[in-house]
């Protein structure tokens, strides 16, 4: 940590080479990008029909929460999103047509994908959540070693990837798949194959190897 402030301060910035089109900023639309990302490429882990009725629920047992929270990401969108020149001009990444033909096909379109960006943060934060380990504070713990306990979240280990990833994506005005790899990876790290079925009324048996089949494929 002392070496790379060392470099930052001799450096004058974290950029190597193009310093002038690499200015850290606050892209806070970059979260709703990287929770989209890791909403699709995990989509074999999360696809059930009871993960998708419990989210729907939420709209019939909390509107006027759901209606803030379209707000909040309504705000973000519109006042801390960055429009980098190379997103505009360099046609060889896909990221150009991703940008061109959808998000800001026109001036309304990148509102008409907030639901997708409400629902990636659901996605994500519920994986997170359903895979987290907590500790009684009463009962003691059935582990004698720390190497034994089990390779799950807690509740400062979720806060400490969410705010790794905030901090490691907020701060660049490009928008770049290739950001967010590394997220995944920690990301699908803590999340394990859940052990429900995609259809209600489906054979629940070999779940995990269907799923992890579909996670290969996909």
């Given at each position: 940590?002392?070496?790379?402030?060392?470099?930052?301060?001799?450096?004058?910035?974290?950029?190597?080479?193009?310093?002038?089109?690499?200015?850290?900023?606050?892209?806070?639309?970059?979260?709703?990008?990287?929770?989209?990302?890791?909403?699709?490429?995990?989509?074999?882990?999360?696809?059930?029909?009871?993960?998708?009725?419990?989210?729907?629920?939420?709209?019939?047992?909390?509107?006027?929460?759901?209606?803030?929270?379209?707000?909040?990401?309504?705000?973000?969108?519109?006042?801390?999103?960055?429009?980098?020149?190379?997103?505009?001009?360099?046609?060889?990444?896909?990221?150009?047509?991703?940008?061109?033909?959808?998000?800001?096909?026109?001036?309304?379109?990148?509102y008409l994908i907030?639901?997708?960006?409400?629902?990636?943060?659901?996605?994500?934060?519920?994986?997170?959540?359903?895979?987290?380990?907590?500790?009684?504070?009463?009962?003691?713990?059935?582990?004698?070693?720390?190497?034994?306990?089990?390779?799950?979240?807690?509740?400062?280990?979720?806060?400490?990837?969410?705010?790794?990833?905030?901090?490691?994506?907020?701060?660049?005005?490009?928008?770049?798949?290739?950001?967010?790899?590394?997220?995944?990876?920690?990301?699908?790290?803590?999340?394990?194959?859940?052990?429900?079925?995609?259809?209600?009324?489906?054979?629940?048996?070999?779940?995990?190897?269907r799923r992890l089949?579909?996670?290969?494929?996909?």
């Amino acid at each position: 940590m002392v070496l790379f402030f060392i470099f930052v301060i001799y450096n004058r910035g974290i950029t190597l080479g193009d310093k002038e089109n690499h200015v850290a900023g606050l892209h806070i639309a970059q979260i709703f990008y990287c929770f989209s990302f890791l909403m699709v490429f995990s989509l074999p882990l999360w696809l059930s029909q009871y993960r998708l009725t419990s989210y729907f629920a939420r709209y019939k047992q909390a509107p006027i929460f759901i209606f803030f929270e379209f707000l909040i990401i309504a705000f973000f969108v519109r006042f801390f999103t960055v429009v980098h020149p190379f997103l505009l001009a360099d046609n060889r990444h896909f990221t150009f047509y991703i940008w061109r033909k959808i998000i800001n096909l026109r001036w309304y379109t990148k509102y008409l994908i907030i639901p997708i960006y409400h629902f990636s943060i659901y996605v994500v934060i519920q994986q997170l959540i359903a895979n987290a380990f907590y500790f009684d504070a009463i009962q003691e713990i059935p582990f004698k070693n720390a190497r034994d306990l089990p390779l799950k979240p807690t509740g400062i280990s979720i806060t400490a990837l969410l705010g790794c990833i905030f901090l490691t994506i907020v701060p660049s005005p490009l928008f770049e798949p290739r950001y967010y790899i590394v997220p995944y990876i920690f990301f699908r790290l803590f999340v394990a194959v859940p052990y429900e079925t995609f259809f209600i009324g489906e054979p629940i048996s070999d779940i995990t190897l269907r799923r992890l089949k579909c996670e290969l494929s996909y």
